[in-house]
């Protein structure tokens, strides 16, 4: 059994993280740090856990040397100490955005500031699997995926390699649980409930991610927040250079995706769920994408949902770390989303 530790253990991705290393047949979670629930168990924070642990959070500064280290901070507290966190485990998943633009040219554009590490950009490998699946074999350093960005690179990646894409208009709704734990106006259930709220119509952070590993395409992307926990539902208008017919576009996406782990093609002919809906992937690792056609304008609508905590988060991570420390990569992860009931 290889050992895990989570810094950071006390929010949302944080407690997706212990659930799932907890679970793992290859890996002892070792610790779960958290500055301000220092001491408490783990199970105070995050009920689900009853039973499944007896782990009590410590401070980050007592994590100690591990094979595998997940970093579930906030944005921008990673990189001031990646040196210090490299140092502690021989494999480092970094779930916040600090590692996963390329170049400090992008992270200045995207998140207007400098980025203090910038030296280390290059070193992490995009965490994402099905882009990125033989750089992570081995690799020691891993980023997290951005998860509006994991929903709209895994909708259009099969048209994207195959040079179809003219131009993209994309529209992203998610859930509270995208904003993290620290509750504040926006999150607050008077304001939050029965909301359809564009928070992001332009410049959303996760759009230089999308524009990296998709490659320079016309993308025009807007975040909408909806009532809804977890779960995001990516709409893509997609016009494309030749005309697609349906038979193109199935040969396309089962050319790219018929032998990924969870990847599924979901486009049936009857039922409430013929579409993805986030709603049945809550907790599971899985990404669902479908597409219609219009056969009077040939526009293309692709359509992809995911659980933001999970593919688009912790269980991405896992599949990552399975990657790098050469486990099989569904291992800790096989179990499918709930029942829509």
Partial sequence: ??????????????????????????????????????????????????????????????????????????????????ERWTRLADRVIDLAADFRLKSPEAYRRWYGTEHPAPEWLARFVYGLPELHREELRGARWASGVGCNAAAVILSLLPLARARAIARIVVEVKVGSSEGGAKHGLASHHPERSGAVRSFAPTGHRHQGEILQELGDIELHFSVTAVELVRGILCTAHVFTHEPLEERDLWRIYRERYGAEPFIRIVKDRTGVYRYPEPKILAGSNFFDVGFERDPDTGRLVVIGALDNLMKGAAGSAVQAMNLMLGFAETAGLEFPGLHPI
Avoid: K, W
Wanted: overall charge positive.
């Fill in 1 to 82: 059994m290889l050992s895990a530790s989570v810094v950071g253990g006390a929010g949302y991705v944080g407690g997706e993280l212990v659930r799932l290393l907890l679970a793992h047949p290859e890996v002892e979670l070792r610790q779960v740090s958290s500055r301000s629930q220092a001491g408490r168990y783990v199970h105070s924070v995050h009920p689900n856990l009853r039973g499944r642990t007896r782990l009590q959070f410590s401070r980050p500064e007592e994590i100690t040397p591990c094979d595998a280290l997940f970093l579930a901070l906030s944005h921008g507290e990673s990189a001031p100490q990646i």
